[in-house]
């Protein structure tokens, strides 16, 4: 496996970066922790001119936790999210799923953004921030916009990025104190063969499969078992899970893969935390 030749620029800000990316087009890509765009070059299936490593921008590195929101710039890497204290406090489900994903070396050099824009179907952390609501904010040469993570993801390996677009931090407004969230995965290798995120609210409840298909999938049917039993009523939830995943699947195997869907619901209720105060 070797690298074809690229050039590699160090913008110190986001502007810089943008017109680095808009002026080189096509023949450009940003470089973050390279955990998964290096390995596409040592496999040939990349091929940039030239890399734009985003390590610079300070913008890229805040992370801000507030009572009702964490702000995570998206150059922030796991390994950080994972070791933040205020966090594992307050949303410790989010804590145990950053110390899941992948090895220790990858997660000191991935990033939360890195992970949503590559937007590989086998993601822990789009599955749970998409059952928060997360929203991302964009930043082009057209100006700046804010998605909801929902929208920012659109298939496998596919995303709302526009060219030249960086995706600057991710909003996850947090549900009400006492509020219950929970995330379970099978990873048979490295990532996610399949995972539930729960989130019980005596408002809303949220139940969404990761990994099963191209990108999260909600399990609205499942959720209003969840909603109109306050939590209790798993079996139905599971159940309801299961017929979903039934009925969006077409593939081999689905029996086998709407059961473990529904198994993982069950897990991630029973491993649901509540949400404490800052
Ligand atoms: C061995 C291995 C095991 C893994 N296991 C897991 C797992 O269990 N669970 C899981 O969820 N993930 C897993 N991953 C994926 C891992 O989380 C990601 O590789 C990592 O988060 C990507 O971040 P990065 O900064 O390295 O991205 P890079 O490799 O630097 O970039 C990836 C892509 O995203 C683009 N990009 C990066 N940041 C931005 C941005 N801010 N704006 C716009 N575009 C951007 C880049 O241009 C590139 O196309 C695994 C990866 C590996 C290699």
Not at 70 to 89: C, S
Not at 130 to 149: E, F, K, M, S, W
Not at 231 to 255: I, K, N, S
């Amino acid at each position: 496996m070797s690298m074809s030749p690229f050039e590699l620029h160090r913008p110190d800000d986001l502007l810089s970066a943008v017109r680095l990316l808009e002026k080189y087009g096509d023949d450009a890509v940003l470089h973050m922790g390279g955990t998964e765009l290096l390995l596409l070059m040592k496999l040939g299936f990349a091929q940039p001119g030239h890399l734009i490593d985003g390590k610079r921008i300070a913008d890229l590195k805040r992370l801000e936790v507030a009572d009702d929101r964490l702000t995570i710039g998206a150059g922030v890497t796991h390994r950080r999210i994972e070791r933040h204290r205020d966090i594992a406090h307050m949303m410790p489900a989010l804590v145990s799923l950053e110390k899941a994903v992948a090895n220790i070396r990858v997660r000191n050099a991935g990033t939360l953004g890195g992970n949503l824009c590559f937007a590989e179907p086998h993601s822990d952390p789009a599955t749970l921030l998409a059952a928060l609501d997360a929203t991302v904010d964009l930043v082009g040469p057209q100006g700046g916009r804010t998605l909801p993570l929902r929208e920012f993801l659109i298939g496998a390996f596919a995303t709302a990025l526009a060219p030249a677009e960086i995706m600057t931090r991710i909003t996850v407004p947090l549900p009400r104190v006492g509020a219950r969230v929970g995330y379970h995965r099978l990873a048979l290798k490295e990532r996610p063969t399949v995972a539930a995120a729960v989130v019980l609210d005596d408002r809303r409840c949220e139940v969404w499969i990761g990994a099963l298909t191209a990108k999260p999938l909600p399990v609205p049917e499942a959720a209003a078992v969840l909603a109109s039993s306050a939590g209790r009523d798993v079996t139905a939830a599971a159940e309801a899970t299961r017929a979903a995943v039934l009925a969006v699947d077409a593939g081999e195997g689905d029996d086998y893969r709407a059961q473990l869907a529904s198994v993982m619901v069950r897990r991630a209720v029973a491993d649901a935390q509540p949400r404490l105060a800052l």
